[in-house]
C-alpha cells in the first residue's frame, strides 16, 4: 500500500506545461518514459496497422462480390485473409484499449504519477514495433497463407510461405502484451492513490486488471506454440507431424488455450470502458458496481477453461466436447450479468447521447447479439454444422468490431479532451457513430444466414446461390469503411481546431478528470486523496438525496 | 439442393438436420427475445429518463438488488444447461452410427475428396448414397487437416491426417447436395468441393454396379495381404507363428506387453502397419518391420478391410 | 572486511514511486509475475512431453538410457550450486560487501559457463551418434519404435535447448549486475536488482530441477 504521499514535495507546484508541451523533438518522444506519450506512439502505430487491416479486408470483401475469384489470385486471397486475421488480432484488437487508453488513463485513474515501470513500458512499444515490422516484412515479401490460426501440419510442413517470419513478428509483439499486463497488474496493486480501496477503483481498472491476468497468463502458451511451429519448420522436428507420430491436433490445443481467453483481452477493456460511460451520461453510480466487477474476474478466470470449444468437430472426444460445451455457457453468465447490469444503469438516470453514449450503447446492443450468437456456437450440435463457416465469422465479428472497436471508439472520443486538451466535433463524431452502426449491421449480418446455409470461411469461390448475400454484405462493408473514415478525419483535424477543452468536459467521476485537460507530465500537481466512493454523480451534480436533476 | 438459387435457410436432407434445425430455432427466438428485450428496455429508458426530461421520478433506489443479480444469473444458467443437454444429446447421436451401416471409405488430400464404396466402386469430388439407408464415412488425410462438410445433412468432421475420422448420415431427399471441404488447407481449399449425390435405393445399387469392374477394398486387401506377405508371420499357417493372428483381430480385446489392453480398431490396425512397436502385443517380440513408405492410406484401407473381414463379429 | 558505508549517491527511488519500500515491492512482483509467464511458457512443452511419453513410455525411457546420467548429475550440482552463490551475493549484497558480491556474482557466472560448457559437449556427443534429429541429420536408433524415440530426442533438445537460452539470458543479466558493481561500487539500491536477478537465477534452477528426472531419470538402468 502506498504510505502517505511525501511526493506532493517533488511536484508541489502549479504545473506550467502539460505533457504534450515538454519538449518537441522527435527524441523527446522516441526516449519518452512518460506513460501518456507512450500511448500516443502506440495509438499511432495501431491506426497505422487498423489501416493495413483495413484495406486487406476491403480487397477481401470486394473480390467475395462475385462467386469466381475475379479480383486476384487465390493464393493472394489466401494471404490477404490471413494478413487480415494477424493484423487485426494481433496488431489491433490484443493492443487497442491496453496499450492506448490502459496506459494514458490507468495512472490517472489511480492518482499515480506513471506507470509501476516507465522504461518497461517504453520498450513494450518498441517491442511491439519490432514484431510488427517482422510481419510488415513478411507481408511485403510474399505473404503467409496459413489463416490467422496457422493449424498444423499445414503451416508447421506443407506451407511454403512466411510463416517462420510472421510467426517471429507475433512471438515478440506477445512480449509487449506480457510486460503490459505485468505493468498494469504491478500499478494498481502497489500505486494506488491514498482511500483508494479496492471497491472505490473504477470499473475500467477492474477490467484492466482482469485483462492483465489474461494477457501475463495466456500469451506465453500462445509464444510456445508459435516456438514449436516454428522449430517444425526450421528444424524438422515433428511434434505435430503425424508421420513422425507427432500429433496435430497438439497444436490445435495449444493454441487456443491462448487465442481462446485472448479473445476476452480483446473485450474485457471495452467492458470497462462502457462501465465508464454509461454511468458518466446517466449521472449516477452503475447499478450493481460489485457485480460486474466481479464478473470481470469470473471471465478471465472461466476463459481459460473452454479452449477446446473450438475443436468440437477435431476428433477430440465426445466427453471433452460436454465438459467443454458446459464450461462455454458457464462464461457466458458474467456477461450477461454485465448487460444487464448495464441497462439497469440506464434506470432512474439523466440520460444524454453524446457521442461516447452512442458508442457505449450500440455496444451493448451488438455485444448482446453477437454474445447470444455465443449459445448457439456452444451448443454442440449446432456447432458441428456453424465450425468453420461465416456464422463464426459473423459471430466473432459482433463482437470484436461491435463490441471491441466500438468500445475501443467510445473511449477515444471520451477521453479524447483529457488526451489532447480538445473537443472533438460532437455532430460528425455522432453522424460518425451512427454510420459505423448501421454499416457495421449491414456488413455482417447476412453473414450468420450465408454460415448456416453452409458457407465456408476462407473460400475464394462459392458457389452462385449465396452471392446475393455476400453483395450485402460487401456493400455494408464499403459503409462500415466509410464510417471509420469520418472519425479519422475528425479527430485529427479537432487537434488543430477543434474547441479547447476544460479539465473535465463532462463533468464525470474519476481521477483522471481532477487534473488539467491535458494533464502535466507528472499528471498531479498533488497526490490527490480519495474520501469518495466511485462515481459519485451525486455529490458532483449536486443533487440531494431526495431526487431531481438541478 | 446445388443450383436452387437464393435461400435463406439449408435445405434438411438427413434425418439429423431437421433435429438440429430444431435446437437452432429455437436458440434464434431465445436470441431474438433477449435481443429486443435488451433494445426495447435500452430505448425505453433512453426516452424515460433523458436529461430534458424533468418531470420523470428519479429518486435514487439502493443502487444494487440482490434478488435482480441473482435471478439473472440463475435464469440464464438453467437456459444455457437446457441448451447444452439438448446440443449434446444430438452430438452424441451424431457421432455413432447405427450398427450395419453401409461403410464408405474416404481418402483427402489437397484438394481432391476420393471416394470408394463397400463394392470398391470409386469416385472423385462426387459421392453416391442411397436414400434411407445410414451411411458410415471413414476418413483419412493424406497431407494436411481437411474437413468433409455437407450442409443440407448438417454433418462436419475434420479428416486428419495419420488417425481415421468417422461420421454418418441418412439421407431423407433425393437430389443433389453441397459437399465442401471446412478446413482450409492450402491455395485450393475453396474450390475442394463436390456434392453428394442421394438416390433411391435401386437407382444406387444400379449405379454401383456400373462404372469400371473394381474390386472392394477387402478382395484388394487380401491381394496386397499376399504380396507383402503378412501370412508368413501372422496366419496360424505360419512356421513358427511369429505375429499375433489377426483371423479375429478386428474390433476384439488386444493384451499388450505389461498388462494394458487396447481395442483392435482401425487405429489400431493401421499404426500396427506403420509402426509396429509402438504397440508390442503380449507374449511377442518387436521384430516386425515397419510398412511406413511401402502402402499408401488406400492401400492401408484395403489391408484394413481384408483384416476386418476376418473377424467374426 | 570492509563495510560499504551508507550510499552518498543522489537517491535511487524513482520519481513516480513515494518511497523506496513501494519500489521494492513493485520491483519483486514484477519478477514474480514474469515468472509466472515463463512457467505458462515452458507449462507447453512439458504438456508435449507428457503426452508423448504416455503414448509410449518404453520407448521414452529406452531413449532416455542414451543420455549421460553422469554429466547430467554433476550438471544439476553444478546448477544447484550456483543457485547459492546467487543466494549468497543477493546476501553481500544487502550488506554492502561489495568484494564478497563481486566474487558471488562471478562464480554464479563461471557455475552457469560450466553448465552451458557440458550441455554442448552432451549435444556434440549426440550429433556425433546419430541421435540428433535435427535439420535433417540422420537419426540412428537400432531398437523399437523409432518413431517415437526420436520424438523424445526431439523434445530432449527443445527443452534442454530452450532452457540454456533462459540461462544464457540470465548470464547477460549477470554480467551486466558484475560490472555495475565493479565500475560504480554499490549505490544505494542494489540489493534490489540482485534480489530480483536471484528470484530469475532461482526459476531456471527450478525448471532444471523438473527437467532432469523427466529426462534423464526415466530410462531403466
Known amino acids: 500500500m502506498p504510505s502517505p504521499s511525501t511526493a506532493g514535495a517533488v511536484s508541489n507546484r502549479t504545473p506550467k506545461r502539460d505533457y504534450l508541451s515538454a519538449g518537441y523533438t522527435v527524441r523527446s518522444w522516441l526516449l519518452t518514459t512518460d506513460h501518456k506519450r507512450i500511448a500516443i506512439l502506440y495509438l499511432l502505430s495501431i491506426t497505422l496497422f487498423f489501416v493495413i487491416g483495413g484495406l486487406a479486408a476491403t480487397v477481401v470483401r470486394l473480390d467475395l462480390m462475385t462467386p469466381q475469384a475475379d479480383l486476384v489470385e487465390t493464393e493472394t486471397f489466401n494471404k490477404l485473409f490471413t494478413a487480415h486475421g494477424v493484423i487485426m488480432v494481433f496488431f489491433f484488437l490484443i493492443p487497442s484499449i491496453p496499450a492506448v487508453l490502459g496506459n494514458f488513463i490507468v495512472p490517472l485513474m489511480l492518482g499515480a504519477r506513471d506507470l509501476a515501470f516507465p522504461r518497461l513500458n517504453l520498450l513494450s512499444w518498441y517491442v511491439y514495433v519490432l514484431g510488427g515490422l517482422f510481419t510488415v516484412y513478411a507481408l511485403l515479401a510474399g505473404g503467409v497463407d496459413t489463416g490467422w490460426t496457422f493449424y498444423a501440419p499445414y503451416s508447421s510442413t506443407y506451407s511454403n510461405t512466411y510463416v517462420m517470419a510472421t510467426a517471429v513478428g507475433i512471438f515478440i509483439t506477445g512480449f509487449s502484451s506480457i510486460l503490459t499486463g505485468l505493468n498494469f497488474i504491478v500499478t494498481i496493486h502497489k500505486m494506488r492513490a491514498p482511500g483508494l480501496t479496492w471497491f472505490r477503483l473504477p470499473l475500467f481498472i477492474w477490467s484492466i486488471y482482469a485483462t492483465s491476468i489474461i494477457m501475463v497468463l495466456g500469451t506465453p502458451v500462445l509464444a510456445i506454440s508459435l516456438f514449436l511451429v516454428g522449430m517444425e519448420r526450421l528444424l524438422g522436428i515433428g511434434i505435430f507431424d503425424p508421420r513422425l507420430g507427432g500429433d496435430p491436433i497438439l497444436f490445435q490445443h495449444l493454441f487456443w488455450f491462448y487465442s481462446h481467453p485472448a479473445v476476452y483481452i480483446m473485450i474485457l477493456p471495452s467492458m470497462g470502458v462502457v462501465s465508464e460511460i454509461i454511468p458518466c451520461f446517466c449521472r449516477k453510480r452503475p447499478f450493481g458496481y460489485s457485480f460486474i466487477g466481479f464478473s470481470s474476474f469470473a471471465i478471465a478466470v472461466f476463459s481459460f477453461l473452454v479452449w477446446g470449444h473450438h475443436l468440437f468437430v477435431s476428433g477430440q472426444s465426445i466427453y471433452a466436447g460436454m465438459v467443454f460445451s458446459i464450461l462455454s455457457y458457464l462464461v457466458a453468465i458474467p456477461s450477461a450479468v454485465k448487460v444487464f447490469n448495464w441497462t439497469a444503469s440506464l434506470h432512474k438516470g439523466s440520460i444524454s447521447f453524446e457521442t461516447p453514449m452512442l458508442y457505449a450503447l450500440g455496444f451493448v446492443g451488438l455485444f448482446t447479439m453477437g454474445g447470444l450468437t455465443g449459445l448457439f456456437v456452444a451448443a454442440l450440435a449446432v456447432d458441428v454444422h456453424v465450425h468453420d463457416t461465416y456464422f463464426i465469422v459473423a459471430h466473432f465479428h459482433y463482437i470484436m468490431v461491435g463490441g471491441a472497436v466500438m468500445g475501443y471508439l467510445g473511449g477515444i472520443h471520451f477521453w479524447w479532451p483529457k488526451m489532447t486538451g480538445r473537443l472533438y466535433p460532437e455532430g460528425w463524431a455522432r453522424f460518425s457513430a451512427i454510420l459505423i452502426f448501421v454499416g457495421f449491421n449491414l456488413t455482417f449480418f447476412p453473414q450468420y444466414i450465408l454460415g448456416y446455409l453452409g458457407m465456408p470461411r476462407r473460400y475464394h469461390v462459392y458457389p452462385e446461390e449465396f452471392q446475393v448475400l455476400n453483395v450485402m454484405s460487401s456493400a455494408g462493408a464499403s459503409i462500415l469503411g466509410l464510417g471509420y473514415f469520418f472519425p479519422l478525419t475528425y479527430l485529427i483535424w479537432s487537434l488543430m481546431y477543434g474547441k479547447i477543452a476544460s479539465p473535465n468536459p463532462w463533468r464525470a467521476a474519476g481521477l483522471e478528470w481532477q487534473t488539467t485537460s491535458p494533464p502535466p507530465t507528472d499528471n498531479f500537481a498533488e497526490t490527490p486523496v480519495v474520501v469518495d466512493e466511485a462515481y459519485d454523480y451525486q455529490h458532483i451534480d449536486g443533487v440531494s438525496p431526495a431526487g431531481g436533476a438541478t | ?313 | 572486511m570492509r563495510i560499504e558505508t551508507a550510499p552518498r549517491a543522489p537517491s535511487p527511488l524513482a520519481h513516480h514511486f513515494d518511497d523506496i519500500q513501494q519500489q521494492h515491492e513493485a520491483g519483486e512482483l514484477g519478477m514474480w509475475l514474469f515468472l509466472c509467464t515463463e512457467i505458462m511458457f515452458f507449462g507447453g512443452l512439458f504438456l508435449a512431453y507428457t503426452i508423448y511419453r504416455t503414448q509410449d513410455e518404453a520407448a521414452f525411457a529406452a531413449a532416455s538410457h542414451e543420455l549421460d546420467l553422469f554429466w547430467g548429475t554433476v550438471n544439476t550440482a553444478v546448477l544447484l550450486t550456483s543457485s547459492l552463490t546467487m543466494a549468497l551475493a543477493a546476501h553481500a549484497a544487502e550488506s554492502f560487501q561489495r568484494k564478497q558480491l563481486l566474487a558471488l556474482l562471478a562464480a554464479t557466472m563461471v557455475l552457469g559457463c560450466v553448465f552451458i560448457g557440458i550441455k554442448g559437449m552432451e549435444y556434440h556427443h549426440k550429433y556425433i551418434h546419430g541421435l540428433m534429429p535435427l535439420m535433417g541429420l540422420p537419426f540412428e536408433w537400432h531398437g523399437a519404435s523409432s518413431g517415437h524415440a526420436e520424438m523424445f530426442f526431439d523434445l530432449y533438445f527443445l527443452m534442454t535447448g530452450v532452457h540454456a537460452l533462459h540461462m544464457l539470458i540470465g548470464l547477460g543479466v549477470l554480467l551486466a549486475l558484475l560490472v555495475k558493481a565493479n565500475r560504480g561500487g554499490l549505490q544505494g539500491d542494489f540489493a534490489a536488482p540482485v534480489r530480483i536477478t536471484g528470484l530469475y537465477w532461482h526459476f531456471v534452477d527450478i525448471v532444471w530441477v523438473f527437467l532432469f528426472p523427466l529426462l534423464y531419470l526415466i530410462g531403466a538402468r
Not at chain 2, 507374449?283 to 502402402?295: A, H, K, N, R
Open chain 2, 1 to 313: 439442393m446445388i443450383d436452387d438459387g437464393f435461400r435463406l435457410l439449408p435445405e434438411q436432407a438427413s434425418t439429423h438436420a431437421p433435429r438440429v434445425d430444431l435446437l437452432y430455432f429455437f436458440l434464434l427466438g431465445l436470441a431474438v427475445f433477449f435481443t429486443v428485450l435488451i433494445a426495447a428496455l435500452i430505448i425505453y429508458f433512453s426516452i424515460k429518463y433523458r436529461s430534458s426530461n424533468r418531470r420523470v421520478d428519479r429518486t435514487p433506489g439502493s443502487g444494487h438488488a440482490l434478488v435482480l443479480e441473482i435471478a439473472w444469473m440463475v435464469i440464464p444458467f438453467l437456459i444455457s444447461m437446457t441448451i447444452f443437454g439438448w446440443g449434446a444429446t444430438l452430438y452424441f447421436s451424431a457421432f455413432r452410427p447405427p450398427a450395419g451401416a453401409m461403410e464408405v471409405r474416404v481418402v483427402a488430400k489437397q484438394w481432391m475428396w476420393k471416394f470408394q464404396h463397400p463394392n470398391g466402386r470409386r469416385e472423385i469430388n462426387t459421392l453416391h448414397a442411397p436414400l434411407g439407408q445410414p451411411v458410415k464415412l471413414t476418413m483419412i488425410s493424406e497431407d494436411v487437416i481437411h474437413s468433409l462438410f455437407v450442409p443440407a445433412f448438417r454433418v462436419k468432421r475434420d479428416v486428419l491426417p495419420g488417425s481415421y475420422a468417422t461420421c454418418w448420415f441418412e439421407a431423407t431427399r433425393t437430389g443433389k447436395f453441397h459437399l465442401f471441404c471446412a478446413e482450409y488447407c492450402g491455395t485450393n481449399h475453396s474450390r475442394m468441393t463436390g456434392c453428394v449425390v442421394v438416390m433411391e435405393p435401386a437407382e444406387y445399387e444400379a449405379w454401383l454396379g456400373g462404372g469400371l469392374a473394381n474390386e472392394s477394398p477387402a478382395v484388394a486387401g487380401k491381394r496386397l495381404f499376399e504380396e507383402l506377405r503378412c501370412a508368413s508371420c501372422h496366419m496360424p499357417e505360419a512356421d513358427p507363428v511369429r505375429g499375433p493372428p489377426l483371423q479375429n483381430v478386428y474390433g476384439h480385446e488386444v493384451i499388450l506387453k505389461g498388462g494394458p489392453t487396447v481395442t483392435a480398431d482401425e487405429n489400431y490396425l493401421r499404426e500396427s502397419i506403420l509402426r509396429p512397436g509402438a504397440k508390442i502385443v503380449q507374449g511377442y517380440e518387436p521384430i516386425m518391420p515397419s510398412f511406413d513408405g511401402q502402402v499408401d492410406e488406400e492401400q492401408l484401407i484395403q489391408l484394413i478391410s481384408y483384416i476386418k473381414s476376418l473377424a467374426t463379429p
